[in-house]
T-cell receptor
Framework: EPEVTQTPSHQVTQMGQEVILRCVPI?????FYWYRQILGQKVEFLVS????????KSEIFDDQFSVERPDGSNFTLKIRSTKLEDSAMYFCASSESGRRNYGYTFGSGTRLTVV | GNSVTQMEGPVTLSEEAFLTINCTYT??????LFWYVQYPGEGLQLLLKATKADDKGSNKGFEATYRKETTSFHLEKGSVQVSDSAVYFCALIYVSGGYNKLIFGAGTRLAVHP
């Protein structure tokens, strides 16, 4: 079964540092997403990406966040200057199509801890 | 707007008990509906889905039926096992501006005891 791969599984960083979370979506998928889940809370949408540009972003996705597809396989989320409240589980997802009956496949997540 | 409401947890059951986790939604247009499961320490796995009214999604003994008239998609299982202990998320996908978007409910934690 094809899967979405995320690395690292856990990252600890100091407040103010930059972090890059990496994802390898399923190879024939065209739509990519980042979500986050603060411990014990709801899974929240951050951003969607299609055709090498952001298609939608949430209020959480401010100027500190950016996404990139640097090559044909990776999809990254960068947080420029981390804050304590950025500590969360970050999930990458991909989808084959923009149609509503195509579900998303999620990776196992990266747990980010900002200290 | 679009939203998903789930019953609050935790839900605590004994092994072999019947499970129902309620989920209702609000949506403009005609969404697809999903249940995802998150086992302890793991990511989000698709459990089942339904894409039109009266469709029943099923997997691993779990079932949910897309009820347009009551805007519901309740998750059921006839006999739960300890290994079903996890957090269950109801979700919907709607299309806006040519792109689809998935939104989750708050999640319901299920604990099954032997």
């Amino acid at each position: 079964e094809p899967e979405v791969t995320q690395t690292p599984s856990h990252q600890v960083t100091q407040m103010g540092q930059e972090v890059i979370l990496r994802c390898v979506p399923i190879s024939n998928h065209l739509y990519f997403y980042w979500y986050r889940q603060i411990l014990g809370q709801k899974v929240e949408f951050l951003v969607s990406f299609y055709n090498n540009e952001i298609s939608e972003k949430s209020e959480i996705f401010d100027d500190q966040f950016s996404v990139e597809r640097p090559d044909g396989s990776n999809f990254t989320l960068k947080i420029r200057s981390t804050k304590l409240e950025d500590s969360a589980m970050y999930f990458c997802a991909s989808s084959e199509s923009g149609r509503r009956n195509y579900g998303y496949t999620f990776g196992s997540g990266t747990r980010l801890t900002v200290v | 707007g679009n939203s998903v409401t789930q019953m609050e947890g935790p839900v605590t059951l004994s092994e072999e008990a019947f499970l129902t986790i309620n989920c209702t939604y609000t949506a403009t247009g005609y969404p697809s509906l999903f249940w995802y499961v998150q086992y302890p320490g793991e990511g989000l796995q698709l459990l089942l889905k339904a894409t039109k009214a009266d469709d029943k999604g099923s997997n691993k003994g779990f079932e949910a039926t897309y009820r347009k008239e009551t805007t519901s998609f309740h998750l059921e299982k006839g006999s739960v096992q300890v290994s079903d202990s996890a957090v269950y998320f109801c979700a919907l996908i709607y299309v806006s501006g040519g792109y689809n978007k998935l939104i989750f409910g708050a999640g319901t934690r299920l604990a099954v005891h032997p």
